[in-house]
């Protein structure tokens, strides 16, 4: 082992490697509650540096898994079988902003939203917006095609994403797209590696493409008696040609618990409330969408709808959305948040079952998600310290991905598929799909190094 | 040779399966001027009919190469190497329109045209509209990623894509994706598939997203003096945070055959006219919209703009645009058209070289095509009857090919490679890119018998 270390600090330098026990555990992490030790930690600065490592690494076999700032939550940063933990936290630099073609070149380390900020600057605008973009990077949002409230709208990071710079298994650099935005030159490698979890190569730049910054928001709160009118609503939204920027749902139990820790005054008869919110470049449009949002919100059923006058108002119905997650804490000490998306018809029925499932298991399940595109996050509360809490987690997670798939859905939208959802792919695709994706990661990574055990389950 | 047509005629019926002299001249042809007679046309009817002459393929090792209506403008559905020329146009019904969740299942073979007209029918829309639509169908606009002038606003094809049945090299027929709108469940085949132009699979089905039908439209056309000032006309636009649905560009020889062949009255002593068109589901936003670019126009230097105040206006407005490639016949006897795309900020120089290009080797050569998202259409005029003229052709394409790459451009934004641009994929994306689509290719095709020679140039 001692013999490749020695060869990555050739490689890459010395003060780019680190081995002690501390700095082992602080690359150990994820999102998640696993923690895998890695053999060697290495921050490489450029991507010069990352096909060095990569280099050593397929000379003695030894896995490569890239990391950002390791916010993912369904294990895919996690050094599974030890090896190198490869941060690209130090390669966070802006390096083009495009003013005139509106894209941006990015190191994949740039935390999401100091790159959404550098290009609001220039009255630029980067869509996708994780909820964890304050700590989440470029490269990992790529890695999992990462979504967020906005993408109804706008579209997912993928949806972004021109061209990157890769660092393949055999060490050679490969560069994909450019800044045309339509490409139809030979296979879509881009689209191949967005979303592939660090298996088929590192990314350590992108080519973005922006959009001019909305000048105009305008916000809504709905309240529901009923789930199944909500659900109705956000149909009727996008049917009669209104395309919000968020159109985010929460349930019951979401709304108890935001209550519980924030005290907003929020009803507590209702079943469902909507978040729906309008953006442009015309005032008066964006008015006139809201508003007509909000009509048919109260024809679908809403008991109230309100339509925030200005930024503080907007502020007070945005707080809400935004306390589901730090709410659960006084719940419960863990909470597990899962990632089903579903056809949008398929919301309500999925609902139901994720409240018989916590009833049958007696733990509480929250419903919260962008219900616009049909992602929904199902979090379940529990205490870790309970080995049988911990077996009930893992059954019920095991009958959540159940009813997505009964449902036409499907096991994520926004997380991937890392280590926790290797069980379900098989299901989830099909064998051909499997046997198609192996081809494809043999064909790229003959050793399999990179990021081994993820995404693709062991045949 | 018999005993594999005997195989296939024993596999999917002997009414499928056409070995006429006359019937393999009809399957001989595309969109270009090459002819390459097939061994065998078969017509399937079903998925299962495509698996079964598959199957057949793989065990005599035979090239496949599907077809839908053969209007591809780069050879890709040429039978290169003979073989089976598959054609689908016998698979072409609309199987299932899901209002509720505005998707469409289609078999490959439905023309474009008929598929956005069946879906019309109850008020939803599908948005890529190549020039093509009435005679392509939607497994070739998927095989090619195809675009049109809407795809500015809408995105190509590829982004309505939601999942695909492809029958794969080993006759297993593959499902890809679903009706979630995010899916981050391993690798996106979906994606890969799309723009592969059938040398990785067959798509038998497409499963496609819909967006609610746009209620109202308005068009303007802007005469620029100057080239430049049209596109920066471009770029304010887009920076304003307007987003047209359309935005064509036609240059001065553009204009002046269409002038000669249908005299509508358009300026002959401008560089550049645009078309701009707004459209969505508020009257009001949209001729906001459509004044708003129009001024913008004016204030980029537009000679004159003119806003259609009636369907017959816009008709009108629209006639000139349609003109375009008909007009071109009056020139000359042939027309060979390109599909350059750009960085958009680069058009105004790629056109520059382009009339360079055209008066050095002296062809006229008519530039058009979709400014907003940097994709043009030169069109090269000539008399394929004189070799001297077809010699210079070659080398007018290589030498724009060249202009594009120079100015970070690429060889296509919607036709694909084919054979026709073989020679400049090297150039285009690089070895390290070419190796990794080898790798791709011989890992789901390794006897290469779907569509051989096709998209990748030989090692």
Redesign the interface.
């Known amino acids: 082992m001692t013999e490749w270390i020695q060869a990555l600090r050739d490689a890459v330098g010395a003060e780019k490697v680190l081995d002690s026990p501390v700095d082992l555990i602080a690359y150990s992490f994820d999102g998640t509650f696993e923690q895998v030790l890695p053999d060697v930690a290495v921050l490489p600065k450029t991507t010069e540096d990352v096909a060095a490592v990569v280099k050593v690494a397929a000379k003695y076999t030894v896995p490569v898994v890239p990391r950002g700032m390791a916010s993912g939550l369904a294990g895919g940063s996690l050094p599974a079988r030890g090896g190198i933990a490869l941060s690209l936290t130090r390669m966070n630099r802006v390096l083009e902003i ?6 941006v070149v990015v190191e994949a380390g740039v935390v999401t939203a100091d790159l959404e900020k550098e290009v609001a600057k220039v ?1 630029l605008f980067y869509p996708p917006d994780p909820s964890s973009n304050r700590q989440s990077t470029i490269g990992g949002n790529i890695a ?2 990462a ?1 967020g409230p906005r ?1 109804l709208k706008y579209g ?1 990071t ?2 972004y994403v021109l061209g990157l710079t890769i660092v ?1 298994a055999d060490a ?5 797209g ?12 881009t ?2 590696f ?3 979890e660090g298996t ?1 190569g590192i990314f350590t730049q992108a080519l973005l493409r922006l ?5 105009f928001v305008r916000t809504a709160r709905a309240e529901f008696a009923s789930l199944d009118d909500a659900a109705r609503a956000v ?1 009727a939204v ?6 919000p920027a968020t159109l985010e749902l929460m349930d019951e139990t979401a709304i108890a618990c935001i209550e519980e820790a924030m005290g907003l005054g929020l009803p507590l008869d209702v079943e469902a409330m909507l978040i729906v919110e309008t953006d ?3 005032a ?2 964006v008015v ?2 809201i508003e ?1 949002a909000a009509r048919i919100c109260r024809e679908s059923g809403a008991r109230q709808v309100r339509v925030a006058r200005d930024e503080e108002e907007r502020e007070g119905l945005w707080r809400a959305r935004r306390s589901v997650s730090p709410s659960l804490i006084r719940q419960a000490p863990n909470k597990l948040g899962e990632d089903i ?5 398929a919301i309500p029925e999925a609902v139901r079952r994720i409240k018989a499932i916590s009833a049958r298991y007696d733990l509480p399940i929250v419903v919260f998600g ?1 219900a616009g ?3 929904l996050h199902p979090n379940i509360l529990f205490d870790r310290r309970d080995p049988a809490q911990r077996e009930k987690v893992e059954q019920i997670v095991g009958e959540i991905f159940q009813a997505a798939l009964d449902l ?10 890392g280590t926790f ?1 290797l069980p379900f ?1 098989r299901q ?3 064998s ?6 192996r ?6 990574d003959p050793q399999n190094i990179l990021n081994p055990g993820k ?2 389950p062991e045949p």
Do not use: F
């Open positions: 495009d003013r005139e073609n509106m894209t009255g999992c095609n979504g993408c997912v993928g949806d393949l050679k650099i490969l560069k994909t450019g800044k045309p935005i339509k490409n139809v030159v030979g296979y879509d490698l689209s191949l967005v979303g592939s088929l959009v001019a910054a909305p000048k149909n996008l049917a009669a040609g209104i395309v442009g470049s015309d008066e449009g006139r969408e007509a998306t579903l056809p949008r018809s962008h595109d049909g992602n036409g859905g499907t096991l994520s939208g926004e997380h991937g598929i959802k792919m989830a695709v099909g051909a799909s499997l046997d198609a994706q081809a494809i990661k043999r064909a790229l995404v693709l």
